[in-house]
Every structure is written in structure tokens, then in C-alpha cells.
């Protein structure tokens, strides 16, 4: 009684009565955090079900349950009535629980075919692997959902898109009764994401339940049938999607309103000019980019996936190298072209890569902040901790972080949070010009306003903020000009004043 | 609607890279260079008896690095398998003392490489121990187990059974030694596991990527468990070969050997960071030294020398590697 994606039809239909999946009363705690507290969920057979809240609401830590990666303290999970016990992901899959969570799940060395069958190799007679049949069932799996990559390619060699519809696949390819999506879109392009909505929507009606995890209300109000909304671990609300608004879900996910996610506090920006790039080209991407961003304000980079956007953020704050222009930060020239110059000059990068490039997990908050910094602490060679750790709290103070302690290690801060230690890490060093590349990716409503709220207090001070988005709401709410990118090209420079949604999209389209 | 850009033409390597690309292919045209160059300047290198002879000598290393590259593979390490090979003589030779027995002898050997590779797998998987401390610990402790018990003599094998000695000096067909037909036959057989089988898979994907696997159902301690049990097992092998060779069993057997397999398995480009390389790679690697060894041997350089160009080439090797690993990330 399950649908196999490679071969539907063949299974006896789903029964539409029965729960796929109903989990009552849930309970998990870690230690010194409840992270769910008496949860209700239900998917039932052939509907998408959005499961919504900010981070720390608990959403990860229930589908990690579903997933076997967590057992439960509490509770009952009964799958089409039965009441089952999944102590690990062998026995969710069993169940035909798949769960495609946010980081990649692939592994790199292995082709595209084998790991769509990573769950369960097609055996032989003999009990060998049938390659055969891998190569090409999973031909056939990505004939049927129109996903065009070459099943024989190494998986790290494909770019993180084509990976997570891999991924997908993968979901696909055994049976499956109840398939959970992780923000799926996160790094998906427009084209990637009406893909993945058509399959989502087939999985639908064969009868699949799917949970849809994600951060994004337009998404989920395009695809969801029901939404949940959890909070601080708890079940607030499931509802219809027709019975919600924009603005009640906020309210569900927040337990407030939110009137006003861009508070504009600044004045208006300076004209001092605090960058000022010119004829810049790379050899990967860039070609002939020109711009100058002034003290006091905030400029937006906005651009489709492939745009050039990253390349553009860190060619300018001389991580990664150019072949031409030159790059003035304060009236003096970025040379030679390096961070370490970059970060004396006065220029620094907020990623949009926090883990690999921005994090170290490992260390704790005050070592995260301090660490561009270190050389101002210093006494004899030596850092001054006290001093190191009064500037660090100071930022803690300032920008609300919430840690339990300084000494935290980093990676158990909310995504909002670490994004403030690191902002905290560039202020410390007393920047001029700050490029933040995607600042919001990854972060719950609630947290996104306050992030903004601190870009705007950072142009605000006098910085000159230069922003590289993909989210349209967050470039016109936030910026004071906007640059638009195609193909490592500047393609239209307006200011806020004279952009519409329609001029940046023509725009960026080339 | 499709999904663009799967690599276009222009993207496609040379087939020259291709090939180079293929680690073994590289690796086969080293070993067929260190042959020719040898066969040019040594008199009686590429002779039938000096070629078997050679094969011989790497089939304690081929048979080892089965086990030292799955543990690898699996993104592990175990170095105790140079101080298995002395320990497991003892229970060897003595029981063949005892009873006469080579089935006994080896029975009881293969029994004592199985406990410890229970021991080290229990301690690494299940204990959660780092794989490099708990082999460097029980290659001490075998080491010197061995060393408390037999003293500066050595125990001889007093049964001195044809069949065990056939091990050292018996040759199939009067050409391959029977130590190198073990060692292909292993090979084969564990290399058609780790490609085949899905266990050989989930070794690999175990060691490609620990998390992943476990979301994919796999039991990763298991895995990891077994594969310390394997080399544990292969290392007795390559032990009672050795006893066989050496006609007995004492302190300083296999001192060093599990260096020499470590080299000839990174060289063969097996990755210590688990999930990459193959049995073939190892097996050329060891050939490679192997035959380097041999031929420098001919040419009448001291070991000293051999041991300082094995530790460039292997540093050579491994670098040219990365290179190409970054070239091919792009990076």
C-alpha cells in the first residue's frame, strides 16, 4: 500500500481514509531546552502540508523524529493507524518515511545513479549490485520528472541546485508513503523551484503525503492544502491554507504583529563616496563592473541565480581574485588584492556561506567576534582577554544576541543570532564599507526583521552597506539604490525612488 | 521542462586527462615505467624468476593492504596489523608444534587476528575511540606481548609440515609463488566485494560521508566494526605466510610492516580521509615500491637510499594527487 514513483499503478491504491501519518503528543527535550512539548500532527494521503515557525520552534527537531534521527520522549507516531516505533533512519525509510533535509545528503564521490538507489541497491541473483538496472532506472526516474542531468556524473561535481534535485529524486525512487521536504528551494533557481513544485504536486496525486518545511510565505502559499504553524515547541495552529493571510501566519509563527518588517530608522544616505570599483572583471565571471557606494547607505545588488552577485562580493573584498579594475575603499586603492588588505582598508564580507566560510562552529561566540580583531586586544603579543571579552559583550548587548554565555560554542546559536556574532565580528575591527551577501538566507521571519533592523542601524552609523540579494521584498525594503547584475554585467542602477519590480526583473534578465 | 546546463562540450575534458583522470591508468603507467627503466639498467630484472620472486615478496604487503585500504576507505585507520603479524606466529607455531596440525595452527591464528580485530573494531565503533590511538595502542601491546613472551629467542617450528612450508617456497605450476596466488585471490575477491557488493558500497559511502550514510539506513558502527575484523583477518594472513617464510615465530617479525603498507596504499591513492580510492590503486602501489625496491636493490643502492625515495615519492604522489583533486573541484 505505497507508491512507487518508477512504476505507479502497479501498487494497489492508497486507502484516502486512513492518516498517512498521525504523531500525538509529542515530547523532546535536550538538555536545558524543551524542544517539543505535547505536539499534534497529521498528515493525511494525497496532501501537501506546510510546516512553518521560526527557528527553535521545533519544526527540525519533529521532523527529525519522523526522519529516526531522534527518538522521543513522549508521544505516539502511528503510520496509517498502526502505531510504530522508528528508533533510527533504517526504520523510517522502512516505513517509507523520506526526508530530504536542507544540507545535502549525497555523497560526492559516489555517480548520481548510485546514490538515487543509496537507500537500496537493486540486487541480482547472485546478491551483487545489478548496475545495470541503476543506470537505468534512474534514467527513467529523471525522464518521468523532467530532470535533465546525466545519471553517470560524479555528484560533487554538479553545482548545490542540480544536487538537491538529486535529492529529490531520491525521495522518488523507492517507496514512499509520506515525503518531507527541508526548504527545499534554498538554493533552487525560478526555473528549479516551478520544477519541483510540478513533482511535489504529482507526489500529491499518487496518494503521497508531503510535509513542505519552509521559511517562505509565497512558496507555501502557492503549493501548501494545510499549514501548521509551531512555536517555541509548541502546536499553535493547523488550518486550511485558504483560511490564512500573510499576515496571520506571521502573526501564528511570531505569537505578534509584525507592521513593519523594514523599519527604516536612518537618515538619509551621505554622499561621500566610501567604495568606488571600476572596469572590475574576473576571469570566472565578472565583466566591466563599475559602481560606487557612498558613507550612510545601503546599496542592493540584486540578480538571478548566476548573476555574478557572490563572485562580485568577494572580488571586491579581494578573497577571490581579479584579472582587471582597480577597487578604492576610502579614497585608497585595495592593493595589494587581499583580505588582509581588504580588512585594513576598512572593507569586509558578510557570506552568504555562514558554516563553511563565516563559522567556526566549534568556538565559542566571543572567539567568533574577536577574531578580526585580535591585534587590538593585543598586549605584548599576547590578547587581553578581559578587554577582548568586554568588546564582545558590548556587541552582545548592543545587538540582543541571545547566548546563554560568551563562551557558547557558536554552532548552537540560531541562525539570526550567529549572523549578528559575525556582523559583531567586522563592526569590532571598525569597518567603512560591509558587503553582506544574502544576509537574511537560512533565517526565520522574526529573526530576518531584526537582521534588517541591523543592516539599516549599520548604514545608519555611517557605513556604507552593500547588499547582494536574491529576495526581491528584501532589496526594495531595505536599499537606497539598486544595481542590478546579468551574467557578471551591471545592468541598470536605479535608485529606490525610480525601481519597480518589473524595471529590476527586466533588468536582471538582461 | 528540463533542467539546464548539464555540462556542455566544451567542458568535457581531453580524453589524455580523462585517462589520467582514472587514478589506476595513472598509477599502471608508473609501474610500467619503474619496470622499463629497471629492465633497461638492471641485468636479470625482467626475468621470469626475478618478476615471480618480487610477486612473492608483495603478496604479505598486497594481502595486508586489502585490509589497510578498506579500513581506510571506510575513513578509519589501523595501524597494529605490523605487530598482528608477530603476535598471531605465536599461536601458530606453537599449536603446529603441538599437534602437527596446519589446519589447527592456522585455525588458532586466524581465531587470535579475529579477537583483536574484534577488540580494535569494538574500540573504534562502538567505544568511539579515535582509530589511530586504539591500533597505535594495541600495536604496543601485541608488540610487547609478544616481546614478554618469547624473550630474544625465537620459537622455531619444530613440525616443520611440507604444507607450511610450501607457504614460503611452494610455487603453482613451479612459476607463481602460492603466497602471491593467496594474495590475487584475495584481491579479486574483496575487490569485486567493494565494488559489487553492497556491502563494499556502504564502506564507501560510510567513509565518503558518516552522516549520510547513517540517513540512508546504514548501520555505520557495523560497517566500521567489520572492516577492523577484515584487515584483522587479512593481516593473520600475510602473518602465517610470514611465519612460514621465516620458520618461526619471534619479537621483531613484521617490525615496521604496517608503515610499508600504509605508504604503498596512500601511494596507491587510497584517501586517509575515507570514501576514496580502490583495491587496484593499492595493489599498483605496492607493486610500485615493490619493484622499486627490487631494482635499486640491482643497481647496488644501500637501503638507505631506497627508504629516502620512497618517502619522496610518496610525498610526490600524494601531492600530484591533490593537485589534480583541485584542479578537478575547480578550486
Known sequence: MSVDFLHPGEGPAIDTNVSALEMRGIGKRFPGVVALDNVDFTLEPGKIHALMGENGAGKSTLIKIMAGVYGKDAGTVRMRGREVDIKSPRDSLKEGIKVVFQEIALISEFTVAENIFLEGYPIGRTGSIDWKKIRADSAALFNRIGFNVDPAARTGSLPVSQQQMVEIARALAHEARVVVMDEPTSSLTPNEVALLFTVIRRLASLGIAVVYVSHKLDEVFEIADTVTVLRDGRHISTKPIGEHTNDTLIQDMIGRRIDNLFPRQRGAAGSKVALSVEKLSTAKKLIDVSFEAHAGEVLGFFGLMGAGRTELAKAIVGYDPIISGTIMVDGRRLAPHDTRTGVRLGIGLLTEDRKSEGLMGELPVYQNASLASLGGFARLGFVDKAKEHQAVQDYVDRFRIKTPSLFQQIKNLSGGNQQKVLISRWLMRGLKVIVVDEPTRGIDVGAKSEIFALIDRLAGEGLAVVMMTSEMPELLGLADRIAVMCEGRLTAVMSREEATQEKILNAAIG | ?331
Not at chain 2, 156 to 170: E, K, T, V
Not at chain 2, 207 to 219: C, F, H, K, P, T
Not at chain 2, 269 to 295: H, K
Request: with cysteine; proline share 2%.
Open chain 2, 1 to 331: 521542462m528540463s533542467l539546464a546546463s548539464t555540462a556542455s562540450a566544451k567542458d568535457q575534458p581531453s580524453l589524455l586527462a580523462r585517462l589520467f583522470a582514472r587514478q589506476e591508468l595513472a598509477l599502471l603507467v608508473c609501474l610500467i615505467l619503474v619496470l622499463a627503466f629497471f629492465s633497461a639498467t638492471v641485468e636479470n630484472f625482467f626475468s621470469v624468476r626475478n618478476m615471480t620472486n618480487v610477486l612473492g615478496q608483495a603478496s604479505l604487503a598486497l594481502t595486508a593492504g586489502i585490509g589497510c585500504a578498506i579500513v581506510f576507505i571506510s575513513g578509519e585507520v589501523d595501524i597494529s596489523i605490523g605487530s598482528l603479524l608477530a603476535t598471531i606466529a605465536l599461536p601458530l607455531i606453537i599449536i603446529m608444534n603441538d599437534t602437527n596440525s596446519l589446519l589447527l595452527g592456522v585455525s588458532g591464528a586466524l581465531l587470535f587476528g579475529l579477537i583483536i580485530g574484534v577488540v580494535n573494531g569494538y574500540l573504534v565503533a562502538y567505544a568511539g575511540i579515535n582509530s589511530l590511538i586504539v591500533t597505535l595502542g594495541t600495536m604496543f601491546i601485541m608488540r610487547g606481548g609478544v616481546y614478554l613472551y618469547t624473550g630474544q629467542r625465537a620459537i622455531p617450528d619444530d613440525a616443520s609440515l611440507d604444507s607450511f612450508i610450501a607457504l614460503s617456497d611452494g610455487r603453482l605450476f613451479n612459476i607463481i609463488p602460492y603466497s602471491a596466488v593467496i594474495a590475487i585471490v584475495l584481491l579479486a575477491a574483496f575487490g569485486y566485494m567493494m565494488q559489487h557488493r553492497p556491502f563494499g558500497r556502504q564502506i564507501y559511502a560510510v567513509g565518503g560521508n558518516q552522516e549520510v550514510a547513517r540517513l540512508a539506513g546504514y548501520d555505520v558502527r557495523r560497517v566500521k566494526f567489520i572492516c577492523f575484523i577484515i584487515s584483522a583477518l587479512l593481516a593473520t594472513v600475510a602473518g602465517i605466510i610470514l611465519a612460514a617464510r621465516v620458520g618461526s615465530a619471534q619479537h621483531t617479525a613484521g617490525l615496521n610492516f604496517e608503515f610499508q603498507v600504509v605508504a604503498a596504499t596512500v601511494l596507491g591513492g587510497v584517501s586517509l580521509a575515507g570514501g576514496i580510492g580502490s583495491l587496484t590503486g593499492m595493489a599498483l602501489g605496492v607493486l610500485i615500491l615493490q619493484f622499486l625496491s627490487n631494482g635499486l636493490r640491482g643497481l647496488g643502492l644501500p637501503t638507505e637510499w631506497q627508504l629516502v625515495i620512497t618517502g619522496m615519492i610518496i610525498i610526490a604522489a600524494v601531492a600530484f594527487d591533490e593537485a589534480k583533486r583541485r584542479r578537478a573541484n575547480g578550486g
